[in-house]
């Protein structure tokens, strides 16, 4: 996730790039119907672009730039693209330093303990899960910390890679744990083997069923299963939250069924309780796109409001920080008025949160893909075909299921103009994806 002063950069650059156009274009005497077919693109996402509301490929701007013989709108195009990718990496880099600077702490907290490990076998985190793999009976808290560790460098991937590239990784690290938990002498490693995996087992659940694009509903929910009763047995509501609701999705998404999904995301907002205002947050919010399956407006709403208090608890030491972002309540929100039947509604919240995405995730995906339902169901073409490519864009890195899914309904409803070239040409896009899936 972009800062939120990387965000605003951005966007203020997009929108000054977006006036120089309309300078360039109204001093060579277009209107924006008439300059609109020089483009590709319809007049509206003329109009976006132009008041930086719209990202648009690099194409559109080599267009512009050859028929008012200016260079420059690419070439600030290409400095905008080069400013997002900068903050992209250093938002990574900020993640993995985190990341390094949790595994020194645990490191350091378990040789106060008395850690029993040779010294030598501190120096490498590998070398020191090699140890107590080859002497298992010797395993620490360390130990485990590494490879919870681990499993979270796993988890912080998740929406930017495909879940097939991922998988191999979290299977061994949940067979290192089983293996681990069934030689470890000391009890408080044992107890924390059942954390390490409840959090391998739910990462588990969620990249199969993801890989399998939202169909292998059951081999996912034997993991999460597996997840929440390891989680019960260390008495971890935080754990056993995700798990459930994580479930829940499943009901929601794979199964279709409202009903379901709407219980056990209540479940996982009660278990998680006070012990993590982010995944009761979650859990509401997901509640509430249930209530608007089921045609609730009232019940969703509402729902939406008590995600909105859950979240104004959040604190930094929330045990699911790592899953908190502020885009996702417009993520689901306009999720829930699409369901609700209101494209109206939906559209400006989707394309809020579009713009504080822009990160290349899984989850910007699915916000694509839902802006693109919102503008098919208000009959704006051209905004919908560009929001499907963006979201393709973003699927070709990514492969994440729910987006995939979210593409191919869209492309299912633009059908009504198949005869436009360029709903031809999507049509064309989206076959050659599902070819390379």
Not at 57 to 63: C, D, E, H, I, V
Not at 234 to 262: C, F
Not at 385 to 390: G, K
Request: proline content about 3%; overall charge negative; hydrophobic content about 40%.
């Amino acid at each position: 996730m972009l800062s939120r002063h990387d965000s605003e950069a951005i966007e203020a650059a997009r929108r000054s790039l977006g006036r120089q156009l309309a300078a360039l274009r109204q001093a060579a005497g277009y209107s924006q119907q008439e300059f609109a077919p020089l483009t590709g693109y319809g007049r509206s996402t003329l109009a976006n672009v132009e008041t930086g509301r719209q990202n648009v490929a690099r194409n559109f701007w080599q267009r512009c730039a050859q028929a008012l013989a200016a260079e420059t709108l690419v070439t600030g195009y290409d400095q905008i693209e080069a400013m997002a990718e900068t903050a992209r990496r250093d938002a990574q880099q900020r993640i993995q330093a985190d990341r390094d600077a949790r595994v020194e702490t645990w490191r350091q907290a378990g040789l106060d303990a008395g850690s029993k490990v040779p010294a030598a076998a501190v120096s490498d985190e590998h070398e020191r899960l090699a140890y107590a793999l080859a002497h298992p009976a010797s395993a620490d808290l360390v130990t485990v910390a590494l490879l919870r560790e681990q499993i979270r460098g796993i988890d912080l991937q998740y929406d930017r890679l495909p879940s097939t590239a991922l998988i191999a990784d979290t299977g061994q690290c949940l067979g290192q744990i089983g293996f681990l938990s069934a030689h470890a002498r000391r009890p408080d490693v044992r107890h924390d083997l059942r954390s390490a995996e409840s959090e391998a087992a739910t990462l588990m659940g969620q990249l199969v069923w993801d890989a399998s694009q939202r169909r292998d509903h059951d081999t996912a929910l034997s993991y999460f299963g597996q997840a929440a009763r390891a989680a019960r047995s260390r008495a971890d509501p935080a754990a056993e939250s995700l798990a459930l609701l994580r479930t829940g999705m499943v009901a929601l998404y794979g199964r279709k069924d409202p009903r379901a999904g709407l219980v056990l995301c209540e479940q996982a907002a009660a278990t998680a309780g006070t012990a993590s205002r982010v995944l009761g947050g979650l859990a509401v919010l997901h509640a509430a796109e249930a209530h608007a399956m089921l045609g609730d407006r009232a019940s969703c709403e509402q729902a939406l409001g008590n995600a909105d208090q859950q979240f104004a608890g959040v604190r930094q030491e929330d045990p699911a920080i790592d899953l908190y972002s502020p885009a996702q309540r417009g993520r689901l929100a306009g999720s829930c008025y699409l369901f609700l039947d209101d494209a109206r509604r939906a559209a400006p919240i989707l394309e809020d949160t579009a713009r504080q995405y822009q990160d290349h995730s899984k989850s910007e995906a699915i916000v694509l893909g839902n802006l693109a339902l919102a503008r098919i169901r208000q009959g704006e073409l051209d905004g919908a075909v560009a929001s499907v490519h963006q979201a393709i864009d973003v699927i070709e890195l990514t492969w994440g299921g729910g987006g995939l899914n979210v593409v191919f309904t869209a492309t299912l409803e633009l059908r009504r103009w198949q005869q436009s070239t360029p709903v031809r040409d999507l049509q064309d896009r989206v076959l050659t994806l599902m070819t390379a899936g």
